[in-house]
């Protein structure tokens, strides 16, 4: 095993990256068994479908990493169990989370991903965990913009006051 020996795979990860993966991976699983239960309050179909291709993109993230601990001799958190599927209408109404809610939740879990990928990649020694990284934040940017794009178009966003200075408006 050499150490920055030019193939960053056959390096030993350090304490930066080990703990970044790991977190990653942990976060990943307990999102994964969140946005479950969230696809079964949601009522929204577009909401649904996205909520099933962030959880198949952190299935995925995962897998990859996953792969990369246990390389190196790094037991990853605990999987949760797959959560049983049930209707929206088998919720009560005020035990049921709102689409935007769900929405909400996620867009914020989505800048936090922003924030860690972008972390990791910034302490990397091995440049494939930074790529793969890169990667992880290309793909959550991805979803992010189909995300914001939605909240838009169903009126779900609740805009901070716009600041409309230097603007011209007709009097």
Known sequence: MGIMSGNS????????????????????????????????HAGDED???????????????DKQLVEVLKA??????PTLPDRPTCSADDIPPGARFMDPEISGAVSINVGQA???????????????????FAKFHTDKVMFGAKLL???????????PPLHLNGHHTKE
């Open 72 to 77: 190196n001799g790094i037991m990853p958190p």
């Open 114 to 132: 922003l924030v860690s990928c972008s972390q990791v990649m910034g302490q990397c020694l091995r440049e494939d965990i930074a790529t793969m």
């Open 149 to 159: 794009k939605m909240n838009k178009e169903k009126g779900w966003i609740i805009p």
């Open 47 to 61: 909401l649904k479908k996205l909520l099933h291709e962030a959880v198949d993109m952190m299935k995925n993230h």
């Open 9 to 40: 795979k056959d390096d030993p990860m350090h304490y930066g990256e080990v703990i970044g993966c790991w977190a990653y991976v942990g976060a990943n699983k307990g999102l994964i068994s969140a946005y479950q239960a969230f696809i079964n």
